[in-house]
């Protein structure tokens, strides 16, 4: 839940949210039943599909986390800001989820 | 900067590790939002703030302390909030231990907080979309119960079995059942919400009422000798919830239902997997709320651990893409 509320900390706050098309995933997900074996969607289109449903524009992207502690310690001295952290338990310090 | 609370609670040894001892030694709980100076001495935790605004007003006040103590290791307070400004929890005072660290870790020094993954593992993302009653992507994609991503690893040791499950796959129709460990690791993260309501049932406080997946692989012959394309095709249907005897000590109260139809495949070229490209669409039913907090009409910031409350009750999609890593 963090994240939903950590865009408008950032100097992002006025970029629109971004609508982004999910492909042909959503239009198909309309269309109850799968499609004939001869049909089916090839490797490319499935690898198409997923491509499109990634979101880059999301508000909570932009804000870059650094992972490495010394490194924000350094850019604290540099940038003269304190540092904020967002301590959060049990996933990896890459994942999106939280 | 994020930090894993993990290491916060268990530091990891070295100077890293003492820094964040030093953090730790001051935090009102696992988990919140944590500010230091540039000598890694806490200046305020606050786990929730009053509403939006509240959080800027955190921010300038963090500044403010900071111009006072950029760079001092002792005497610093460290505040602590419930909820800023409204509800201060006691501070904890400074332990006057200055903490030498350098400007960056040696050349041939790993950073302790850096994240490891073995060579060959297979690595990536699901994405998940709730589609709204037009079967369009819902908008507020900085909501998890709309937009969701999360890492999805795969270890060398289960491919193995997908791998040997191939081998094994019937000689007329080259169809197998991908292997539980393989099929798990796909289908148990692909979910909308947060991390506490994962369908699975296997938090803790949480059970599971239904678990079924049922994956396929079928091999299809390619133009290339050395590529192999395995088609995914089945579906899973998981169903967990808050355990009933908990929700009355914590009032936290969840269900989730997920069922999905998944189709895709997994290429493997000279014998080893290299790349996992899967879509799935189905029902979800998504219950998320706590019997005191108003987290349908406060602000979400006052509940900030625990977000607002969501009723989904719609079609999702979601797209997985992993693919092998390789060591730099």
Redesign the interface.
Known sequence: ?????F???SPFLLVP??????GN??????NAG?PPRAE??S?EK??S???T???ED???RKVK??????????A??KQ??????????????????? | ??????M?NSPPEG??GR??AE?ARS?PA???????????KV?AWSLG?EN?QS??EF?DH??A??QLV??ATSDVTAERYQRFPTMKLPDVPDSNVAIE?????GPSEK?P???EMEEGTLDG?V?G?A?DED???R??????EN?????IQIPRAVQREFLRAMDHATEKSGSFTVPEAFADALVT?SYLG??DVAPAGRLPRSVSTKFKIALGGEIVKTDESNVT?V?I?GDSDLRGKKDPQFVAQDGWSWSHDVAL?W???V?IENEQITEV???A?GNERLVWEHTKFKMWTEP??Q??????GIDFDG?S?????LQRHMAK
């Open positions: 839940m963090l994240r939903s509320i865009p408008i900390i949210l971004c609508i982004m098309d999910a995933l959503a239009a198909e997900t309309k799968p089916q969607p490797y499935v690898a599909s997923v491509a449903m990634k979101v999301v508000a909570w986390w650094r992972t490495c502690l010394l490194e924000g310690l350094k604290s001295r003269d800001k304190p540092i904020i952290l967002w301590i959060f338990i049990d996933r990896p310090i890459d994942d999106e989820r939280c | 900067m994020a930090l894993k609370a993990a916060v100077t890293e820094l964040l953090i935090r696992p988990q919140g939002i944590c500010t230091v100076n540039s000598k890694g200046l703030f939006r959080i800027l921010l963090v500044s302390r900071f950029r760079d660290f350098p400007n960056k870790h950073c907080l850096a994240v993302r994405i979309r589609l079967g369009e992507p908008a507020r994609t900085e909501l998890q937009y969701m991503e999360a890492r993260p947060q991390l394309l088609r095709d139809d189709y895709g495949f290429r490209v899967l879509t669409k979400d910031p509940n900030m651990m625990a977000g607002h079609r999609i979601y797209g997985i893409r």
